[in-house]
């Protein structure tokens, strides 16, 4: 598509989005005209590209796009991770997957325990994944480097909840860098993998799989744990070697002491409380 077909066609949508008054129904098709433009700049395919984004499934996401700017005063319990019942189910799960527990222990120096843990504070086992399209995410938030895009979000969060207007356009016009990386990192795992990137789907901020791994993650610590030539992170075995590579690489070892064991696990996620939650629960499954 030239740049004339794309000015074109953006003036169009615009007319009809003043016209009929429904401004993300019709902007959800404007947002990432200019996204596409860049991505194909940047030496993504311009054919693959324009399929992907002439889909209906792929839309502007502001309900995911929107939890990123308000208050929230709903905070995950972790203490749900600690009851006798998930201790028990992470038991049942270490001895499902023991092979590839013991596989990534041994090759990677990481206790299974604190693999099986992540796991269970992160997806609840592998349960609980998500669904919402990390294409439409990443896109969407990537789209927030468009002033006129910015203001169309903001003028849609409940008054209540928004947090300052400043603080606002200031975290959009960050995450909004940090999000057109993870979708370029997106489309290339996809690529690599030949997966259809519209079908993934994940957690509201982007990550996916078992494991949790934003994109860029993927490309850089996910591993082939099934050994059948491909990295596939909604596979129990791949996001078990996967979750030990990045925890080695931040500096994980064995006999690792308490202060390294914590400075590790918070690489993975940045919050005390989930860190000293994946050791305790690692703890306990020592004496499983």
């Known amino acids: ?34 996204l596409q433009k860049q991505l194909q700049s940047d030496g993504f395919d311009a054919a693959m590209i324009n399929r ?13 796009v929107s939890l990123f700017f308000m208050h929230s005063e709903a905070k995950l319990n972790y203490d749900q991770f600690l009851t006798p019942d998930s201790i028990q189910k992470a038991s049942r799960y270490m001895k499902t997957h023991e092979q590839s527990l013991l596989a990534a222990e041994n090759s990677m120096g990481v206790d299974k325990e604190v693999i099986t843990a992540i796991i269970l504070v992160e997806t609840r086992l592998g349960t609980y994944l998500g669904s919402s399209s990390i294409l439409n995410t990443l896109s969407s938030m990537a789209a927030l480097s468009d002033s006129g895009i910015r203001q169309q979000l903001w003028d849609r969060l409940p008054v209540e909840k ?48 078992i494991s949790q791994f934003m994109p860029s993650n993927i ?32 500096g994980w070892q064995k006999g690792i002491d308490p202060s390294g064991a914590h400075a590790v696990v918070y690489k993975y996620n940045h919050s005390n409380y989930y860190v000293q939650t994946v050791l305790k629960v690692a703890e306990q499954l020592k004496g499983s």
């Open 1 to 34: 598509m030239n740049n004339l077909n794309l000015l074109t066609k953006k003036i169009c949508l615009l007319f009809l989005i003043l016209c009929c008054g429904t401004v993300f129904a019709f902007a959800q098709d404007v947002a990432f005209l200019d």
């Open 52 to 64: 992907l984004y002439s889909r209906p499934e792929t839309r502007f996401d502001d309900r995911s």
């Open 219 to 250: 490309l850089a610590y996910a591993r082939d744990g099934s050994q059948d030539g491909k990295i596939d992170l909604f596979d129990h075995a791949d996001a078990i070697m996967s979750i030990a590579s990045y925890l080695k690489r931040f």
């Open 162 to 209: 928004r947090i300052e207007e400043t603080r606002f356009r200031e975290k959009a016009a960050q995450k909004s860098k940090w999000a057109y990386t993870e979708l370029k990192a997106l489309l290339t795992y996809a690529s690599r993998e030949g997966l259809d990137a519209s079908t993934l789907q994940g957690s509201y901020a982007g990550a996916m799989g």
